[in-house]
C-alpha cells in the first residue's frame, strides 16, 4: 500500500514564525503536491514538483515555498507565518504521466493554527 | 481560468441510489477523477475517466461527457458510512497529474 505521511496532524506557530511541513511517501512516486483545504474553497494548489529539487507554482504560492532534495521528501516552508495561513494543509504523491492518469495518495493532513 | 461546479450538500436514504453532479469549464481537458473524504481524514481515490461513458467499480460508477463538461458519481445500496465529501477533480493536459479540485458534495446518508 502507498502510504504518505507527514510530520504533525496539529501544529499551533505564532505570527512572524517560520514555519516547516514535511512529507515522505514510501512508493518511489516522481510527483508530489502540496495542497490547503479551507471550508467553502475546496482543496487548492500550493506548490507541486515533478522530480527532486523541481518545483512549480501552484495557484496559490504566495507566502510559501517548497524544498525536495530527496525523490520521497518534500517540505513546504511558511516563512513568515500569518493568521490567514491557517488551514489543513494536506501533501499527495503520484506516479509520473506515461500516458496515462495517475491518481494522487494523501497525507492525513496537518491542521495548522496561526495565532 | 478552471471551473468545476458541484452542489454543496445532498442527502438519501441507506439502501437508495444517489447521483452527485460535477460540471466543469476547463482548456486542455485530459480526465475527471473522483474523491471520497471522510471528515477528519484524507481524500481516498474513488475512480477516474478519460473517454466518454460509464466507468463501474462494485457500488461506486462514475460517467462522463466530454462534450458536455459534465461528470457525475453514481453511489448504489447506500450505507451510512458512505456519509462523506466526494470531491470532484479535473486533470488538464500538459499538466504532470496537476489536479484541479472542485468544493466538494456533502452526503449525508440517513436512516
Known amino acids: 500500500d502507498v502510504k504518505v505521511t507527514q510530520s504533525s496532524r496539529y501544529l499551533v506557530k505564532r505570527t512572524g514564525e517560520k514555519v516547516f511541513l514535511e512529507c515522505v511517501q514510501d512508493m518511489d512516486h516522481e510527483n508530489m503536491f502540496w495542497y490547503r483545504q479551507d471550508p467553502g474553497l475546496g482543496l487548492r494548489l500550493i506548490y507541486f514538483s515533478y522530480d527532486v529539487k523541481m518545483k512549480e507554482k501552484g495557484d496559490i504560492p504566495e507566502g510559501y515555498s517548497v524544498s525536495r532534495e530527496k525523490k520521497e521528501r518534500f517540505s513546504l516552508i511558511l516563512e513568515s507565518a500569518s493568521t490567514n495561513q491557517t488551514s489543513m494543509y494536506l501533501c499527495?504523491?503520484?506516479?509520473?504521466?506515461?500516458?496515462?492518469?495517475?491518481?494522487?495518495?494523501f497525507g492525513p493532513g496537518t491542521r495548522l493554527t496561526v495565532t | 481560468g478552471q471551473n468545476i461546479d458541484q452542489p454543496t450538500e445532498m442527502t438519501a436514504t441507506e439502501g437508495a441510489i444517489v447521483q452527485i453532479n460535477c460540471t466543469y469549464q476547463t482548456s486542455g481537458f485530459n480526465g475527471l477523477f473522483w474523491y471520497q473524504q471522510h471528515a477528519g481524514e484524507a481524500p481516498t481515490f474513488l475512480s477516474y475517466n478519460v473517454l466518454d461513458g460509464l466507468e463501474e467499480k462494485g457500488r461506486f460508477s462514475s460517467f462522463l461527457s466530454r462534450s458536455k463538461g459534465y461528470s457525475y458519481l453514481l453511489l448504489k445500496e447506500l450505507q451510512m458510512k458512505d456519509s462523506a465529501s466526494y470531491l470532484c477533480a479535473v486533470s488538464l493536459t500538459g499538466g504532470g497529474n496537476k489536479l484541479t479540485f472542485g468544493t466538494g458534495t456533502q452526503l449525508k446518508v440517513e436512516l
Open positions: 499527495a504523491s503520484s506516479l509520473q504521466d506515461r500516458g496515462s492518469l495517475s491518481e494522487q495518495y
